[in-house]
Structures are given as structure tokens and as C-alpha cells.
């Protein structure tokens, strides 16, 4: 593979992580403004493997505004050790129209940076290769 086919793959795969950690970022961003804010409690917790070990989601229980009780279950997941446990109380604020579109206030959003950020720094390290090739 040639510096330019190197650099074309790093973009793409930048791009690729940064919009996944950009659009989730978004997500958040967009339930805090205009979503429903309310009480929930962590239920349980699901696993999900992956190549790099694995995660655990919070599920996650709370009543809507129509007085219907949602469980939903987080997009993020951690280590078993630093996520959230059952019982725990949170804040979640969810899209009245779709309530099990939620986010759990504070969970993970420094991760989801980080994600945006290293995306960001591979995309620019493709557009260096490129300018070198």
C-alpha cells in the first residue's frame, strides 16, 4: 500500500470513528435541549462481548410524561468495574415522542469525546500522508 491509499484509509477510518463519537455527542446534546428530563433507576446491566473484552449497558428504568414506565437500555457500555450498577439512581432525559430514545445524564460523555477527538486526530493524520504522497 502506497503513502496515498494509506492516507485515503486513515481519513476514511477517522472519519468514520470521529462521526460515530460526533453523532452520539449530538444525540446527547439534542435530548438535553429538547427532550423530557426525569428520575430512573438502573435495573440491570447487559452484556455484550466485543474484541476488546467485555461491556456492560445499563438498563435503565423510568416513568414518561403519559405516565407509561419505559426501560431502556444504554447505548454505551463500560467495564464492569466503572458502569453503573443495579439501583443506582440517575437522571435521564429521553424524546417524548420515542421515550426509550434516552441518555443517562453524565454517563460516558467523556468517552464519546475522546472517540470525536481520536477520529479526528487519524483523519488529520490521513491528510498529512496524502499532502506527503
Known amino acids: 500500500m502506497g503513502p496515498v491509499e494509506a492516507g485515503v484509509s486513515l481519513m476514511a477510518f477517522g472519519a468514520v470513528f470521529g462521526a460515530a463519537g460526533a453523532g452520539s455527542l449530538f444525540k446527547r446534546r439534542w435530548l438535553r435541549r ?48 466503572s458502569t453503573l450498577q443495579p439501583g443506582t439512581p440517575v437522571t435521564v432525559f429521553y424524546d417524548p415522542a420515542k421515550p426509550r430514545r434516552m441518555s443517562i445524564d453524565g454517563y460516558a460523555t467523556g468517552g464519546l469525546f475522546l472517540f470525536s477527538l481520536v477520529g479526528a486526530v487519524i483523519f488529520a493524520g490521513g491528510v498529512f500522508m496524502l499532502g506527503r504522497g
Not at 43 to 72: C, F, K, N, T
Open 34 to 81: 429538547n427532550g423530557a428530563q426525569t428520575s430512573g433507576t438502573v435495573i440491570r446491566l447487559d452484556r455484550s462481548s466485543g474484541s476488546d473484552g467485555a461491556s456492560y449497558h445499563p438498563i435503565v428504568q423510568y416513568r414518561a410524561a403519559d405516565g407509561s414506565l419505559v426501560e431502556s437500555r444504554s447505548s454505551f457500555g463500560k467495564g464492569r468495574s
